[in-house]
């Protein structure tokens, strides 16, 4: 009666996975750029420290400090959107940690994602150009010429 039973059981669970199958895979699959190709494919580089993070529908929304940045100028806190998951391609930058991020977007409105922040380091900076410091922003202008007086 055993020996049935596991017969039985056996059968079920293969034909399961023959009319079944395995679901669709999802992950994330990217190739490694050399450094002079990350720089050149990014919108915007930026050494910062994420200081808080949300979810936002299929997305995090980070923002972070920024210390300076490439390419372009931005102001000193941005808001920079990553898909949810690794799967999907997403980063996940640990709060309170200062890091480069390699961004893409523009009038503010930024993104990253996994495949344009592998393998990045100190030395993609050297293929970025000068650094930029970050835009002070108006209430910080004004608070500061009214020190002045």
Known sequence: ???????????????????????PACACSCAALAPESVVQQ?????????VSASQSGADVRYEVDVVRSYKQ?????????????????GVDPELGIERILVLR??????????????NVTADTLHFAGA????????????AASSAVC
């Open 1 to 23: 009666m055993r020996w049935v039973l596991g017969v039985a059981v056996a059968t079920v669970a293969w034909l399961g996975s023959v009319f079944v199958g395995p679901g």
């Open 42 to 50: 990014a919108s915007l580089i930026v050494i910062g420290t994420p």
């Open 73 to 89: 100028a931005v102001p000193q806190r941005i808001t920079v959107f990553s898909p949810f998951t690794s799967a999907a391609c």
């Open 105 to 118: 977007g523009s009038d503010g409105v930024w993104s990253a994602d996994l495949c344009g922040n592998l």
């Open 131 to 142: 650094p930029i410091a970050p835009i002070e922003s108006a209430q910080r202008l004004r």
